[in-house]
């Protein structure tokens, strides 16, 4: 008999009192934005990045507030949580509940980008290259933290490295092992995705490569995870295979091609697209 690792893991960090405490969840996302702030420094010291520090520090808190924590939950209940979102609309500040969307923070985080280029006259493809080159490193962390909070569970599986979550679906009435899918997307769209980015970062070549490149990647990487993860129940499988992931990874997808449309037609000012690209 194999001895699968049963998930009993606690949410906090540390807990001060029931339900009170500080999550891994949350520690996440301080750990996310706080790499972004320290690698945009670095890339600005590098010469990569033409704004001051007082713009880098604004583009950094737009990009957590109104790029990941607004977009992430607005698209969460928006895409992932409609009619009930529609039935009560206050529900959408109820952010203690959980819910967060990625796809939702990419959208998100791409107005801000758009919006910072517009207002600082910088090259769009400068600012974006920058920002979202640290993106997986939040990225992982947030994986993990779903790991631990035994949420976002994978499909079932006979795997040794299986993991028996409390929480999940019974299968024809028994608690099963399933597939650790936050920690395959961890891997996926954390280390693997990181790896690619800092490849086209520090190659030479045209501006728009990470973050076209990012966009790519991650909708190709997201769809391989989502087939290990177990859809929400609420919402199951489209045409009984896909799941609303993959989906939304197709047009994420979509906004790739979009992005690298609009950089060869010139829509997109590129005219200092030599920095951070040819050093």
């Given at each position: 008999?194999?001895?699968?690792?049963?998930?009993?893991?606690?949410?906090?960090?540390?807990?001060?009192?029931?339900?009170?405490?500080?999550?891994?969840?949350?520690?996440?996302?301080?750990?996310?934005?706080?790499?972004?702030?320290?690698?945009?420094?670095?890339?600005?010291?590098?010469?990569?990045?033409?704004?001051?520090?007082?713009?880098?520090?604004?583009?950094?808190?737009?990009?957590?507030?109104?790029?990941?924590?607004?977009?992430?939950?607005?698209?969460?209940?928006?895409?992932?949580?409609?009619?009930?979102?529609?039935?009560?609309?206050?529900?959408?500040?109820?952010?203690?509940?959980?819910?967060?969307?990625?796809?939702?923070?990419?959208?998100?985080?791409?107005?801000?980008?758009?919006?910072?280029?517009?207002?600082?006259?910088?090259?769009?493809?400068?600012?974006?290259?920058?920002?979202?080159?640290?993106?997986?490193?939040?990225?992982?962390?947030?994986?993990?933290?779903?790991?631990?909070?035994?949420?976002?569970?994978?499909?079932?599986?006979?795997l040794p490295w299986g993991v028996v979550f409390p929480d999940a679906p019974l299968v024809d009435g028994q608690v099963v092992p399933r597939h650790p899918s936050q920690l395959y997307?961890?891997?996926?769209?954390?280390?693997?995705?990181?790896?690619?980015?800092?490849?086209?970062?520090?190659?030479?070549?045209?501006?728009?490569?990470?973050?076209?490149?990012?966009?790519?990647?991650?909708?190709?990487?997201?769809?391989?995870?989502?087939?290990?993860?177990?859809?929400?129940?609420?919402?199951?499988?489209?045409?009984?295979?896909?799941?609303?992931?993959?989906?939304?990874?197709?047009?994420?997808?979509?906004?790739?091609?979009?992005?690298?449309?609009?950089?060869?037609?010139?829509?997109?000012?590129?005219?200092?697209?030599?920095?951070?690209?040819?050093?």
């Amino acid at each position: 008999m194999i001895a699968y690792f049963v998930h009993h893991l606690s949410p906090f960090l540390i807990q001060f009192s029931a339900g009170f405490g500080i999550r891994y969840y949350g520690l996440a996302y301080v750990l996310g934005f706080v790499f972004l702030w320290l690698g945009m420094r670095w890339q600005r010291k590098r010469g990569w990045l033409e704004l001051s520090v007082r713009q880098l520090d604004d583009l950094v808190f737009w990009i957590a507030l109104g790029g990941v924590m607004i977009g992430g939950r607005l698209g969460y209940c928006l895409l992932y949580d409609f009619f009930h979102t529609l039935k009560e609309p206050w529900s959408v500040f109820e952010i203690w509940r959980g819910g967060m969307s990625s796809h939702g923070g990419i959208l998100g985080v791409l107005i801000v980008l758009f919006w910072a280029s517009w207002k600082w006259k910088k090259p769009f493809f400068q600012i974006a290259d920058a920002a979202v080159w640290c993106a997986p490193i939040g990225i992982f962390f947030g994986r993990v933290a779903n790991f631990i909070n035994g949420e976002l569970w994978g499909r079932p599986t006979t795997l040794p490295w299986g993991v028996v979550f409390p929480d999940a679906p019974l299968v024809d009435g028994q608690v099963v092992p399933r597939h650790p899918s936050q920690l395959y997307e961890a891997l996926l769209e954390g280390v693997v995705l990181f790896g690619i980015l800092t490849y086209l970062r520090f190659r030479k070549g045209t501006a728009g490569a990470v973050s076209i490149g990012f966009l790519f990647s991650y909708s190709l990487l997201r769809i391989i995870g989502e087939c290990f993860r177990e859809p929400d129940l609420h919402i199951g499988y489209y045409f009984g295979f896909a799941t609303q992931g993959q989906l939304l990874s197709l047009f994420t997808l979509l906004l790739a091609f979009v992005l690298l449309y609009m950089k060869k037609r010139g829509i997109l000012k590129t005219s200092k697209e030599s920095i951070a690209a040819n050093r």
